[in-house]
């Protein structure tokens, strides 16, 4: 079973766009929900995380949105930037669990 | 701060060889964690180690370990290499856990032919 299911598998959004990534997840026990960014060759650097004792979180351009009662959050990017371009992952876990990602939104941002 | 160092970067091995993959986590980071992605499978979370312990293990075969060092350096070994595992192997460091702020090594991109 799939813990954390994630949409679109890819995006395409003009430059100053609005980029949204969903997440759903399955276990009520995660307590931690990061962002990560993947440039090609290089590994995931985490953008932006959320605990579900929040219902949003900014950080810069990025928005996570948490709806802990449909076990959903999602990733906004505001003013994308070609320099956006990448692959994006949802993640879950909790303490004395696995780490769940999700399966990835490839972002192209069109200038 | 030096960020996670992965050696080696590239791998080719023959099936059936055994390798072994090794990863510097971020001084003072304690937990390191480690990933195979694929293509067709994408991230998927192998184990985490913590001051020398194996917290957290996925669902991976045994032919997949690993081991922490007292100076929080960890390897991950494969024996009996199958075609299939054949991956691009991360691995994080944090601070604290699975649960805190990683930062992810750039990776070894292993070939098994």
């Known amino acids: 079973q799939q813990q954390v299911k994630q949409s679109p598998q890819s995006l395409i959004v003009q430059k100053g766009g609005i980029s949204i990534i969903n997440c759903a997840y399955e276990?009520?026990?995660?307590?931690?929900f990061p962002w990560y960014q993947q440039f090609p060759g290089k590994g995931p650097a985490l953008l932006i995380a959320i605990r579900p004792d929040v219902s949003e979180k900014k950080e810069g351009r990025f928005t996570i949105s948490f709806n802990k009662s449909a076990k959903q959050f999602s990733l906004h990017i505001m003013d994308s930037q070609p320099g956006d371009s990448a692959t994006y992952f949802c993640?879950?876990?909790?303490?004395?669990?696995?780490?769940?990602f999700g399966t990835g939104t490839s972002l192209t941002v069109i200038p | 701060k030096a960020g996670v160092t992965q050696t080696p970067r590239y791998l080719i091995k023959t099936r059936g060889q055994q390798v072994t993959l090794s990863c510097s986590p971020i001084?003072?980071?304690?937990?390191v964690s480690w990933y195979q992605q694929t293509p067709g499978q994408g991230l998927q979370f192998l184990f985490e180690?913590?001051?020398?312990?194996?917290?957290n293990k996925g669902n991976f075969p045994g032919r997949f370990s690993g081991r922490q060092f007292s100076n929080s350096r960890s390897e991950m070994n494969v024996s009996t290499l199958e075609l299939g595992d054949s991956a691009l192997y991360l691995c994080?460091?944090?601070?604290?856990?699975?649960?805190?702020?990683?930062?992810f090594g750039q990776g070894t991109r292993l070939t098994v032919v």
């Open positions: 993640a879950a876990t909790t303490t004395g669990n696995q780490f769940y």
């Open positions: 994080a460091s944090s601070a604290q856990g699975l649960s805190t702020e990683a930062f």
């Open positions: 276990n009520t026990a995660f307590d931690y």
């Open positions: 001084s003072g980071h304690r937990s």
């Open positions: 180690y913590f001051s020398e312990t194996q917290r």
